[in-house]
C-alpha cells in the first residue's frame, strides 16, 4: 500500500473521531442534548410532515356529518389541534408548515455559513486590496438593513421558498465572514502554514488543507446560528405577508390567524406554530452554545 494511500486513511481516520468526539461532546451538555433531539423531531417534520397530515393544509376543508364546514373548533378527538376560521384543520397546516420552514432554515444556515466562510478566508488569506475588496463589500451589506430590503425586493418579486432562501443567504453571511476573516489572519501566520507555502504548496492547497481545517469550527458554529436566523427570518417575512403563498408554513399560520381577527381567542390556532419556531430556534442557539464551549474552554466557567 502506497504513502499516500495510508496518509489519506489515517486523515480520514482521525477526522472521523474528531466528529465522534465532538459529538458526545454535546450528548453530555443537557440542554444541547435536549437541542439535538428537538431539532431530530423537526427534521422528522420537515420530512414526513406533508406525508402524514391526515388533510390537505391549503385545498381541504373540515367537515360535519352533515357536510357544513367546521370553522374555529377547540381541540378534538378529531381535530386534535382544532380548526382554523376558514375550516382548515391546524394539525395539517402544522405538520405541512415544517417542510417550507426546513428547507428555508437549512439551506439558509448552510449558505449563510458557506459563504461567509469562503468570503473571511480569501479575504483574510490574501490580505491586500482581495481583503480590501471583500471586507468594504461585507461593510456594505451591514449598511443594509436586512427586512426593509428584504420586504422591497419581495415587494416586485413574487415570493417563494427558493428565493426567500437566496434572499437570506445574500443578506446574512457578513458576519460570519468577519469571524472567519479574524480568525484566518491569526492561523496565517504559523509556523505549518509558512512552511507549506516555502515547500511549494499553492494558495489553494495552503487555503483549504491546511488553514481552513484549523478554522472550519467556527465556520460550523455560525452555520448553526445561521440556520436559527434563517428560520425566524423566514417566520418574519412570512408573517408580514410575504411568504411563498404557494405553501403552508409556520409563519403563515401566524398571519392567517391574525388576519382573521382571532388571535386573542383561537389559541390553538397560535400556540403550535409559535411554540415550533421557539422552541427550534432555541435548540439551534444550544447546540451553538455548547460547541462554542467546546471549541472555546476560556467561557466554559462564565
Not at 25 to 52: E, K, Q
Not at 143 to 163: D, H, Y
Not at 207 to 216: D, G, S
Request: charge should be neutral; glycine fraction near 10%.
Amino acid at each position: 500500500m502506497s504513502t499516500g494511500s495510508i496518509s489519506l486513511r489515517e486523515r480520514i481516520t482521525s477526522r472521523t473521531e474528531h466528529i465522534w468526539s465532538h459529538l458526545r461532546f454535546l450528548a453530555g451538555d443537557r440542554l444541547a442534548c435536549a437541542g439535538l433531539i428537538t431539532l431530530g423531531v423537526f427534521v422528522f417534520l420537515g420530512v414526513t410532515g406533508p406525508t402524514i397530515a391526515p388533510y390537505h393544509p391549503i385545498e381541504d376543508y373540515v367537515r360535519t356529518a352533515q357536510g357544513d364546514i367546521v370553522r374555529l373548533s377547540a381541540p378534538s378527538m378529531d381535530t386534535p389541534l382544532g380548526t382554523t376560521e376558514y375550516g382548515k384543520d391546524v394539525l395539517s397546516q402544522f405538520l405541512a408548515g415544517a417542510q417550507p420552514t426546513l428547507i428555508v432554515g437549512l439551506l439558509g444556515g448552510v449558505g449563510t455559513g458557506a459563504l461567509g466562510f469562503l468570503v473571511g478566508l480569501v479575504s483574510g488569506y490574501f490580505g491586500g486590496w482581495v481583503d480590501e475588496l471583500l471586507m468594504r463589500l461585507t461593510d456594505l451589506t451591514f449598511s443594509l438593513p436586512f427586512m426593509p430590503m428584504a420586504l422591497l425586493l419581495l415587494t416586485f418579486i413574487t415570493p417563494n421558498v427558493w428565493l426567500i432562501t437566496a434572499i437570506i443567504i445574500s443578506f446574512l453571511w457578513k458576519m460570519p465572514a468577519r469571524v472567519v476573516r479574524s480568525e484566518v489572519l491569526s492561523t496565517r501566520e504559523r509556523t505549518f502554514v509558512k512552511s507549506a507555502r516555502a515547500s511549494g504548496a499553492s494558495h489553494l492547497r495552503t487555503m483549504f488543507l491546511h488553514i481552513a481545517p484549523n478554522v472550519l469550527p467556527i465556520g460550523f458554529l455560525y452555520t448553526a446560528y445561521g440556520v436559527a436566523w434563517a428560520i425566524a427570518a423566514q417566520a418574519s417575512l412570512a408573517f408580514l405577508g410575504f411568504g411563498d403563498p404557494t405553501t403552508t408554513s409556520w409563519g403563515r399560520m401566524l398571519r392567517m390567524v391574525f388576519e382573521s381577527g382571532t388571535i386573542r381567542i383561537a389559541w390553538w390556532w397560535v400556540l403550535p406554530p409559535a411554540i415550533a419556531i421557539a422552541a427550534v430556534t432555541t435548540s439551534v442557539f444550544f447546540i451553538g452554545r455548547a460547541y462554542e464551549e467546546m471549541i472555546n474552554p476560556e467561557i466554559q466557567n462564565q
